[in-house]
């Protein structure tokens, strides 16, 4: 079964200090893994995808297989980072467009 | 160019009663999914349309359908509501093919009382 687990619900950080948002699969061949951001107010938004091994406004993220894991990571939060942040998944190779996603992380950054 | 665009934005319905929610997907996208959001459950897939044929469906009851229209737009449809309906309900439109990105609209409040 396809799962998408992301530890906390909400990580709070003070401005400056280093973001590790947790993201931990279950899937049995080769995903395609996403963070995507909802800031307050606003659409559901790709923030980046692992195929694309890019830094979106200073986020990244490595995807691991051994550990099953997606964690986004930035070095320096800022407080607009504040947001809800969702890993999803999706079976590559997968007849269609359907994502499977975590519960769920806010970021808080605090001035 | 225009995003996804859903109709209407925010509805109130009594239990037992049905609704009909819009997407309008960005020009040339011919997938369509449709999510339910919830403080509870999260997002959840509810359905997946590509050239008017439901190609994925996720764990809802059959009071929950859709279908998609020779433009791509889609409708979904709730029938028989129940106080657990009331959700935020997002469309999201991509091209085909792996590797794209898929877009999401802005959503339908929906409030069942």
């Known amino acids: 079964a396809q799962r998408v687990t992301q530890p906390e619900k909400l990580l709070s950080v003070f401005k400056g200090a280093p973001v590790e948002l947790k993201c931990n699969y279950s899937?049995?061949?080769?995903?395609?893994l996403f963070w995507y951001v909802q800031y307050s107010r606003q659409r559901l938004q790709l923030l980046l995808r692992h195929i694309s091994r890019e830094s979106i406004k200073g986020f990244t993220a490595d995807l691991n297989k051994g550990e099953t894991s997606f964690h986004l990571k930035k070095p320096f939060a800022q407080e607009e980072d504040s947001a809800m942040y969702y890993c999803a998944l999706k079976g590559a190779g997968e007849y269609g467009n359907k994502l499977v996603f975590g519960a769920g992380t806010i970021l808080r950054v605090k001035s | 160019k225009a995003g996804v665009t859903q109709t209407p934005r925010y509805l109130i319905k009594t239990r037992g009663q049905q609704v009909t929610l819009s997407c309008s997907p960005i020009s040339g996208h011919r997938s369509v999914s449709w999510y339910q959001q919830t403080p509870g459950q999260g997002l959840q897939f509810l359905f997946e349309?590509?050239?008017?044929?439901?190609?994925n469906k996720g764990n809802f009851p059959g009071r929950f359908s859709g279908r998609q229209f020779s433009n791509s737009r889609s409708e979904m449809n709730v029938s028989t509501l129940e106080l657990g309906d009331s959700a935020l309900y997002l469309c999201?439109?991509?091209?085909?093919?792996?590797?794209?990105?898929?877009?999401f609209g802005e959503g339908s409040w929906l409030t069942v009382v």
């Open positions: 899937y049995s061949g080769s995903p395609e």
């Open positions: 349309y590509f050239s008017e044929t439901q190609r």
């Open positions: 999201a439109s991509s091209l085909e093919g792996g590797g794209n990105t898929i877009y």
